[in-house]
């Protein structure tokens, strides 16, 4: 069973276009986030939500959209994509609420916008 | 100064050597490190976690943590080539909250056979 899944795993879109990753995790875990890791794989976090409740809210464009439907699930919506928006997109949990704060990492989602 | 810093490598080490990966942190009241490894084009894996100083030891892999001068090290004995990857260290800063765990840049470590 994998822990942390995300969909899709590769995703190529233009520029101005809509779209949107989904992540998902089986761990019962209370915390979800997301980072991005661009070419010279620095990885910088996004957003964090506790039990569907976002914590953290980098300095990210407000083009991305986080959702959490539950404590389980977090999406990432990202309106007029622009070429600097191609990365690898990385969604993790971890029991931070607890008092555990590992982090699990899904696959990625590698976005090429052209 | 970058919060967490990692030399970027490449580090070279024969199989069956010892691999020496260092990392420092800006903020002094850091309670939580780790450290993840990521192999090419794959997600970060955690293969240790430290919380207090000294260090903590887990099959052929040691972490170190010395709070005072603000560096954490993984240690790897007999190193395997499958240890071939990069390294990322992550620190939780007092500041910004637990969950802002901060990474750095990772040091790429290469095992010659």
């Known amino acids: ?114 | 100064q970058k919060e967490v810093e990692q030399n970027s490598g490449p580090l070279s080490v024969p199989e069956g050597a010892i691999a020496s990966l260092n990392c420092t942190y800006s903020d002094r009241g850091s309670q939580s490190f780790f450290w993840y490894r990521q192999y090419s084009g794959k997600s970060p894996e955690l293969i240790m976690f430290i919380y207090s100083n000294g260090d903590k030891e887990d099959g052929r892999f040691t972490a170190q943590l010395n709070k005072a001068s603000q560096y954490v090290s993984l240690l790897i004995r007999d190193s395997q080539p499958s240890d071939s990857a990069t390294y990322l260290c992550a620190v939780i800063p007092i500041s910004g909250g637990y969950q802002k765990v901060t990474f750095g840049t990772g040091t790429k470590l290469q095992v010659i056979p």
């Open chain 1, 1 to 114: 069973d994998t822990a942390v899944s995300q969909t899709p795993k590769y995703l190529v879109t233009q520029m101005g276009n809509d779209k949107s990753i989904k992540c998902e995790q089986n761990l019962g875990h209370d915390t979800m986030y997301w980072y991005k890791q661009d070419s010279k794989k620095f990885l910088k976090i996004m957003f964090s939500y506790n039990n569907k409740e976002l914590i953290i809210n980098e300095t990210v464009p407000n083009r991305f959209s986080p959702k959490s439907p539950d404590k389980a699930h977090l999406n990432l919506h990202i309106n007029s994509l622009e070429l600097g928006d191609s990365a690898v997109y990385f969604c993790a949990s971890s029991q931070a609420l607890a008092g555990s704060y590992e982090q699990y990492f899904g696959p990625g989602t590698r976005l090429t916008v052209t």
